[in-house]
Each structure stands twice: as C-alpha cells, then as structure tokens.
C-alpha cells in the first residue's frame, strides 16, 4: 500500500512484478489514476481515492509554490494530505482485510503498521527514501544542510513526529472499521523495513539499528515503447537531452518551458520535453515535446537528463548512465540532487526556485562536453547492474513465513 504521486508508486510496480514471479500474489493499493502502471505485471489493484494530481492542481495544492522552506512546504502538505488520508482510510483497511502480509510504503507509514497491527499481520516496510532519523545527515525533506550529528538526530526526529501526528485522526478512526487500536505494544517492536535505493547512492547509516535495511533499486515495471515520432526524432540528429519534471506541478508552466527552449538553444543541444504534471511544452525541429515514455528505453539514448530528482527518477538516471542536471523542485529532491553532484554525475544543482536559462543552458554545457560525468555516470550504472534490489525482500518474506 502505498500513496502519493506516481514517484510514490512506480517502483513498487517493478518490486510486485518480481514477486510474481517468484510465486507470490501481489496486491497494490494506490490511487486510482495509477491502476495503468501494474497493466502486464501480474500485480493486482485496488483503487484508493483521491487523485494527487488533481490536489496538486487544486488551489491549496498550489499554495505549496508559495513556502519558501522545506519546513514550510511540509507544514503546507501536512494540511493537504490530512483530508485526504481519512478518506483513504477505509479503502486500505478493506484492501488490507485480503492479504497475509502488509508490504507498507513510506508514505503511508503509520496508518499502514497500525492497519497491520489491528489485523493482527504482520507488515514490512518499503521505504524510497531514508526517513528514520540519523546523525550523518539531516532529514531529507528538510534539505540538505548538516545540523551536526545531535541536530541530525533531531530533524529526524522531528519529521517524523509530525508524520505521526498526520495520520493521528485516522489510526484512531481504525476502531470504526472494526480495528482494535490496543496493540501499541506491538507497535512499538522494531519492524523490519527496506530501502528501495542503492548503496552506492546513499551508503546506509552506521547509526541504523540493525533491521533498517538498503536492499537495491526497485525498478519500475514499464511497458510500450517509444513512438515512431520519437524513434524518428532520435535519429534525425545527435543524441538530445531530456527534460522531464514528473510530478511535480510550476507555477508558470509557459515561462518555464520558454527558459528550458532558450537554455537547449544557446547549449546548441536538441531536446525532448515531457509535458509531464508541469505542462511543459516547446516546438521546433531541434525540440519534441512528449507524454509518457519508458525510462529504461529512452534515458539512455540521450546526451543528459534534466529532472525534478525525484527518488525514483534519480535511480532511472543513474541506472541508464547518462549525465544529469538536477532541477530539484521539494521535499526530498535536493537530497537526491546533491547524491548526483557528490558522486559526480551532476555538474552542479539549479533549483526551480532560481532557474533561468543563462544557468541551465551552463549546466548543460558542463555535463555533456565534460566527458568526467558521463564516466562517472557510466561507472554508477556498472554497479547498479550487479544488484537485486528485490533479493531482499524476498529473503524477508521468507523469515515471515518460517
């Protein structure tokens, strides 16, 4: 079970297919305007209401452009998602009712472990982002800075209080979907939980009781292919760069798409532009603008990727070993974008917030003439080939079941 945006959901896609696989029924929760995503995979689906995009779109969703902090922007989805999460609630205790194990996703931690314990299942938690506290870096959605290793802890901390806090009303609306909500003691156990990222990315914290694990990437079920007008595209010239936003909404979708023009056209590099939740959009012979694309196919036939460093995005990046320029937008992707810069895929970072064409058009430059980063970046991809990010959760599913 999971919830979000499309970022929030992907992977779990690609992790549920190899369950499959491995002999496992599988079951995923998520928003309805999702269902799409497990087409192929053998994953079943249940629909959770509310569709993000539309919250995103909304007037309180829009307010989120207005915070000037990471703290901020998360006191501001805090509200917004409150709604939301009791309204999801009985959807995902019914869902829950039909499943031997919990597989819970980050987002919807809480809520999802207390499900499990009213149910009496047991429950594994699939994290896409390191959320526990530690002392070697600050949490992410709050950025970047180190508060030292006592002040890390504490950020930690503090996220997740207020992620608690968040779900507060609807765990205690459990007992209405005849949940008992006695098994604090239960809850209180260490979990097992999973990181769905690689260790080469971001190397797991000393200070991690032993059952936080990193397992490896878990790489989005994708299916189609690219398009004849794409695969037309690619060959009538060099390799172009891509710029993609995912998720995540602007404010000035028209000014932003004529920055990432003008930035293509002074770096002398053709383009593809994935209008994307962001509506983003260009013409011209040197420039095509796209819906949804696999990853796995396009990425790496392109001479850099421009992204909002969404985790899942990040890890498609890195996995295709390509050059990359971080457009971090909120929450979490300025940690991601400083994992690139620091392992030297990235040139440098240019937030949204100060993007203009001058500074992005000089990044480009940099990560596609600067052979350094796509050395570096071909050399991530060797090392994310030779993991198994699912292995782990199999060999976890497999303690539950002895």
Known sequence: MTAGSRGDVAPYTGLGARLVRAGHEVTLAAHAVFEPLVSGS???FRPLPVDPRAELLSARGRRLHDARTGAGKLVRLASMARGAVDEMTAALVEAAREGDVLLVGGALGPLGYAIADGLSLPALGLHLQPLHPTGEFSAPVLGTRSLGRAGNRLSGRAVTASVEL???????SLRRHGLTTAGRARARRPRTVLHGFSEVVVPRPRDWPAELEVSGYWWTHETGQVSPELEEFLAAGPPPVFVG?????????EGLSREIVTALRTAKLRGIVQRGWAELGARGDDILTVDEVPHSLLFPRTAAVVHHAGAGTTGAVLRAGVPTVPVPVQFDAAFWASRLTALGTAPGVVPLRRITSGALAGALRQATRDGS??????AVADRLAEEDGAAPVLAALARLAR
């Open 42 to 44: 053998g994953v079943r």
């Open 166 to 172: 968040l779900f507060l009303d609807a765990v205690r």
């Open 245 to 253: 936003l995912g998720s995540a909404t602007v404010p000035d979708p």
């Open 373 to 378: 980063h796509r050395a570096r970046a071909r």
